[in-house]
C-alpha cells in the first residue's frame, strides 16, 4: 500500500490549489481517504475525509465551504481542491488510508503517504 501526495506549492491568498493523492499496489475503491495537515510547531489536525462509498465526507469547520474532497476511482487517485486559501493553511498536507471511516475521521488510520507542502503567502 503506497499513497504519493503531490500538487502543493507557494500561493497568494485568495488562491487556489488541487492537491492529488495517488494510490498503488491497492484499489481504492473499498478505502476510505483523508487529508491531514501538520503547520510548523503545531499538532497534525485532519482536514477532510470522504468513505469509500463515497456517501460520507467530513470536513473541518476551518476548511468547510473552501475545500472539497473527491475521488476518481478509474484513476486510483482522491482529490483535495482547495480554493479561496488562507495564509493559515500553511502545512504540509498528508493524505492517508483505511478500509474503516471512522479510523480516518479519528486520525488513526493504517496507511500514511508522505507529505506536500502548501505555502499560502503574498
Known amino acids: 500500500v503506497q499513497l504519493q501526495a503531490s500538487g502543493g506549492g507557494l500561493v497568494q491568498p485568495g488562491g487556489s490549489l488541487r492537491l492529488s493523492c495517488a494510490a498503488s499496489?491497492?484499489?481504492?475503491?473499498?478505502?476510505?481517504i483523508g487529508w491531514f495537515r501538520q503547520a510548523p510547531g503545531k499538532e497534525r489536525e485532519g482536514v477532510s475525509c470522504?468513505?469509500?462509498?463515497?456517501?460520507?465526507?467530513y470536513y473541518a469547520d476551518s476548511v468547510k465551504g473552501r475545500f472539497t474532497i473527491s475521488r476518481d476511482n478509474a484513476k486510483n487517485t482522491v482529490y483535495l481542491q482547495m480554493n479561496s486559501l488562507k495564509p493559515e493553511d500553511t502545512a504540509v498536507y498528508y493524505c492517508?488510508?483505511?478500509?474503516?471511516?471512522?479510523?480516518?475521521?479519528?486520525?488513526?488510520?493504517?496507511?500514511w503517504g508522505q507529505g506536500t507542502q502548501v505555502t499560502v503567502s503574498s
Open positions: 470522504i468513505s469509500s462509498s463515497d456517501a460520507e465526507t
Open positions: 492517508a488510508t483505511d478500509t474503516s471511516y471512522p479510523a480516518v475521521v479519528a486520525g488513526i488510520p493504517g496507511h
Open positions: 499496489g491497492f484499489t481504492l475503491d473499498y478505502y476510505s
